[in-house]
């Protein structure tokens, strides 16, 4: 009997060591933890710093529409921040070019913008000034490497000049690559911002262009783009 009694007492003091030992490493895990987890939030502030501990969601951006007329035809883009998302022209309507916008959001009609710094550009540009665009901002979202730097190639080819398919795709690491490339330019969601226009099929064939218009429309903006180029060479060379 004493030695079931001996028994029951050091199982006891071993079941009384163990919750001892245990408490003391739950309260070493827990004050580690304190240590490295976000202060408390009383009231919406931080209980350390006052600072607000959420910041409020940030408003997404708004898209700016505008349609507006130009010598190639009604003209559509749509900007965020503005960074260039989508560019269309060469249509008979506001309503036309509106229609044609891929990416085009739910707006209010009353909301589209007829005018806007891009715009000015653009329409000047269609009267034959000279302007490259290189400055606008594009967006270049979800696209592969590849895609990137045949937009980054086709965007230096300089006005007045054209360059193929296949020298393209060589100048943006890729030789023989030039169906690669086609592809890259008839999916172009900036047309002559990002010029495919001036990439053109070996052999002094124009090529596809799926913009409005077509290859009518490629031809006429290469003729006027060599022209303006012209002008501005005699001008400069008058000028010496």
Not at 71 to 96: K, N
Not at 123 to 137: I, M
Request: charged share 25%; with cysteine.
């Amino acid at each position: 009997m004493a030695m079931l009694c001996q028994a029951a007492k050091t199982r006891a003091a071993r079941r009384a060591r163990l919750m001892t030992d245990g408490s003391a490493a739950v309260g070493h895990v827990s004050k580690r933890a304190r240590s490295i987890r976000a202060p408390e939030v009383r009231h919406g502030r931080s209980h350390r710093n006052g600072r607000p501990a959420i910041e409020a969601p940030l408003k997404p951006a708004k898209l700016i529409v505008a349609a507006f007329p130009s010598e190639l035809g009604w003209m559509a883009t749509v900007e965020r921040d503005g960074t260039l998302l989508e560019l269309t022209f060469g249509h008979g309507s506001p309503a036309a070019a509106m229609k044609a916008l891929r990416t085009m959001p739910s707006v209010d009609s009353a909301s589209i913008k007829d005018s806007t710094p891009l715009a000015r550009r653009l329409q000047a540009y269609a009267r034959g000034s000279l302007d490259d665009f290189r400055d606008v901002p594009i967006s270049l979202d979800g696209l592969r490497s590849f895609h990137r730097r045949v937009i980054e190639q086709c965007r230096r080819i300089p006005f007045g000049q054209t360059r193929t398919y296949g020298q393209l795709a060589a100048l943006a690491g890729s030789p023989g690559a030039a169906r690669a490339v086609g592809n890259v330019m008839s999916s172009n969601l900036t047309p002559l911002v990002v010029p495919c226009h001036r990439v053109v099929a070996c052999g002094g064939k124009l090529g596809h262009y799926s913009a409005a218009g077509g290859r009518r429309m490629k031809l006429r903006l290469l003729e006027s783009e060599a022209a303006a180029a012209a002008r501005r060479a005699h001008a400069a060379s008058r000028a010496k």
